[in-house]
């Protein structure tokens, strides 16, 4: 039985079914990272503003440290860790890569989820467009030039896909 205090989390992260027992206050970034070592997924602020922590959430993008684990419980989440298939990266990683979309690669993982969410609402944007989808992560070493690039480069590659 858990203390009165602690929740069972029951989730589905990048195609596997994973179990907790956690305090109920643990943040979903904690929870991936902490008890599942899914590290990729990273903590720039604990205060909703930089996008470090982008993970998604049945599908859509959410910044997992403004997220209960116990809320996700029941629910399907991919993490960068869950992004790449049979060995190859997802195109937005590989769009990355080729553009140097990346510096520390600090903010990359969660720059990679927002862009996928970007491109699933909107295959085709404008430089301006992607830089408003992109408006809640921050780069800490200011690479929007390259990050820019690799979204417009990605949205090309999920179009010939
Ligand atoms: Fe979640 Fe910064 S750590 S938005
Ligand atoms: Fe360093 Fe973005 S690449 S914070």
């Known amino acids: 039985?858990?203390?009165?205090?602690?929740?069972?989390?029951?989730?589905?992260v990048n195609g596997a079914p994973r179990t907790?027992?956690?305090p109920a206050r643990t943040l979903l970034v904690h929870f991936l990272r902490d008890r599942l070592g899914l590290t990729g997924t990273h903590v720039g602020c604990d205060t909703s503003q930089c996008g470090a922590c982008t993970v998604a959430l049945d599908g859509v993008a959410v910044k997992s440290c403004t997220i209960l684990a116990a809320q996700a419980s029941g629910h399907?989440?991919?993490?960068?860790e869950g992004l790449a298939t049979a060995g190859r990266l997802h195109p937005v990683q590989q769009a990355f890569w080729t553009e140097h979309g990346l510096q520390c690669g600090y903010c990359t993982p969660g720059m990679v989820l927002a862009v996928r969410q970007l491109?699933?609402?909107?295959?085709?944007?404008t430089d301006a467009e992607i830089r408003v989808g992109l408006a809640g992560n921050i780069c800490r070493c200011t690479g929007y030039q390259n990050i820019v690039a690799a979204a417009r480069a990605a949205a090309a590659r999920l179009r010939e896909a």
């Open 1 to 12: 039985m858990p203390g009165s205090r602690d929740v069972i989390v029951e989730v589905t």
């Open 20 to 22: 907790a027992e956690v």
């Open 76 to 80: 399907e989440v991919t993490t960068i």
């Open 119 to 125: 491109l699933a609402d909107n295959p085709d944007p």
